[in-house]
Nanobody, 125 residues
Framework: QLQLVESGGGLVQPGGSLRLSCAAS????????IGWFRQAPGKERERVSC????????YYADSVKGRFSISRDNAKNTVYLQMNSLKPEDTAVYYC??????????????????WGQGTQVTVSS
């Protein structure tokens, strides 16, 4: 069964940090670019970050640039999203998904597949 599984979410105070994990099952993650998206209540799913197959190219939404960092460990079949200096507006369910390459249209969730079930991130004092 092909699937991605997100973990690492939780409740954190503003200014805090979390590291999300996206683990692949049923396929080799190293053959795919992986994107992170998030969706807050009542809002559309939006892009957060994407990492290329090689790991050399990394894209970030302007809203998280300088605060979030994406990385991959192909030996562990896992992609990570390190989130620092968290803000209340970062509160959302975070999802990962795969694609052959990030591409210039990586902002479009419909270009990705094998979505995980998501992990909740809540930033609140």
């Amino acid at each position: 069964q092909l699937q991605l599984v997100e973990s690492g979410g939780g409740l954190v105070q503003p200014g805090g940090s979390l590291r999300l994990s996206c683990a692949a099952s049923g396929f080799t993650l190293e053959s795919y670019a992986i994107g992170w998206f998030r969706q807050a209540p009542g809002k559309e799913r939006e892009r957060v970050s994407c990492i290329s197959v090689s790991g050399v190219t990394r894209y970030y939404a302007d809203s998280v640039k300088g605060r979030f960092s994406i990385s991959r460990d192909n030996a562990k079949n896992t992609v990570y999203l390190q989130m620092n200096s968290l803000k209340p507006e970062d509160t959302a369910v975070y999802y990962c998904a795969r694609r052959v390459a990030c591409g210039l249209d990586w902002h479009d969730p419909s270009r990705f597949d094998s979505w995980g079930q998501g992990t909740q991130v809540t930033v609140s004092s």
